[in-house]
C-alpha cells in the first residue's frame, strides 16, 4: 500500500518520493518500524517507541499473566504462540530487528524510560549492521509525554532529523551541539 501511494502521488508531482519521512508513536511507532524494515520507500524515520513485537520482550519484559494469559492475553490478541513454540514462525515473520539488515531509513527513536527496552533490540540490530540509527530516553516520563520541557525536545529533535535527512539542512546553533 505505501508502495502505491507513494508512487501515484509522485506521478501526479505532489510529493518527492526520495523525501518521504515516516513518523508515529505507540501502534503507529510499532507500524512504521515495521514498515521501514520491509520496504525502501521512506528517506527518513521518527518514532516515539520501538519495535514492539520482539522475541527479547516476551521473554524479558512481558512475563505477567495478564501479557501471557492463553485466552485473553496481549500476545494471543496479536496471534502470536509463545515464540519457543513458533513452528508456522510467526515471530519471524513480524519482527523489525530481524530485518535490520534490510533497512535502508535512517531512524531516530524517542522512547520514555521504560518503554525504550522495547525498542533495543530494534536499536541494538540496526546499530550492529551498521545502519543510520540513533535513541534518545526521555527520564521519569510514561508512554505519553507529560513534561513539557521533553515535549518540545521531542518535536525539536524530530524536525531537526527530518529537516536534515529530507533537506539535508543542519541546524547548527550553538545550543544543539553535543
Same mark, same amino acid.
Given at each position: 500500500? %505505501? *508502495?502505491?501511494?507513494?508512487?501515484?502521488?509522485?506521478?501526479?508531482?505532489?510529493?518527492?518520493?526520495?523525501?518521504?519521512?515516516? !513518523? $508515529?508513536?505507540?501502534?503507529?511507532?510499532? *507500524? $512504521?518500524?515495521?514498515?521501514?524494515?520491509?520496504?525502501?520507500?521512506?528517506?527518513? +524515520? !521518527?518514532?516515539?517507541?520501538? *519495535?514492539?513485537?520482539?522475541?527479547?520482550?516476551?521473554?524479558?519484559?512481558?512475563?505477567?499473566?495478564?501479557?501471557?494469559?492463553?485466552?485473553? $492475553?496481549?500476545?494471543? =490478541?496479536?496471534?502470536?504462540?509463545?515464540?519457543?513454540?513458533?513452528?508456522?514462525?510467526?515471530?519471524? +515473520?513480524?519482527?523489525?530487528?530481524?530485518?535490520?539488515?534490510?533497512?535502508?531509513?535512517?531512524?531516530?527513536?524517542?522512547?520514555?524510560?521504560?518503554?525504550?527496552?522495547?525498542?533495543?533490540?530494534? %536499536? !541494538?540490530?540496526?546499530?550492529?549492521?551498521?545502519?543510520?540509527?540513533?535513541?534518545?530516553?526521555?527520564?521519569?516520563?510514561?508512554?505519553?509525554?507529560?513534561?513539557?520541557?521533553?515535549?518540545?525536545?521531542?518535536?525539536?529533535?524530530?524536525?531537526? %532529523?527530518?529537516?536534515? %535527512?529530507?533537506? =539535508?539542512?543542519?541546524?547548527?546553533?550553538?545550543?544543539?551541539?553535543?
Amino acid at each position: 500500500i %505505501w *508502495s502505491g501511494l507513494i508512487y501515484d502521488l509522485s506521478r501526479r508531482k505532489l510529493i518527492d518520493r526520495n523525501r518521504v519521512g515516516l !513518523s $508515529g508513536q505507540s501502534f503507529g511507532a510499532n *507500524s $512504521g518500524a515495521f514498515a521501514i524494515s520491509r520496504t525502501h520507500n521512506f528517506a527518513a +524515520a !521518527s518514532f516515539r517507541h520501538g *519495535s514492539a513485537i520482539e522475541r527479547e520482550r516476551w521473554t524479558l519484559f512481558d512475563t505477567s499473566s495478564d501479557a501471557r494469559d492463553p485466552v485473553h $492475553g496481549f500476545y494471543v =490478541r496479536m496471534n502470536m504462540p509463545d515464540p519457543h513454540h513458533d513452528p508456522d514462525g510467526r515471530w519471524a +515473520a513480524v519482527s523489525v530487528a530481524d530485518h535490520a539488515d534490510s533497512i535502508q531509513t535512517p531512524t531516530l527513536i524517542q522512547a520514555d524510560d521504560l518503554g525504550f527496552l522495547s525498542a533495543l533490540p530494534m %536499536w !541494538s540490530a540496526m546499530k550492529d549492521a551498521g545502519k543510520a540509527i540513533e535513541m534518545y530516553v526521555f527520564p521519569q516520563e510514561g508512554h505519553i509525554l507529560i513534561s513539557p520541557t521533553h515535549r518540545l525536545i521531542n518535536y525539536e529533535r524530530s524536525a531537526d %532529523w527530518f529537516r536534515f %535527512w529530507l533537506k =539535508r539542512e543542519e541546524d547548527v546553533a550553538g545550543a544543539k551541539q553535543p
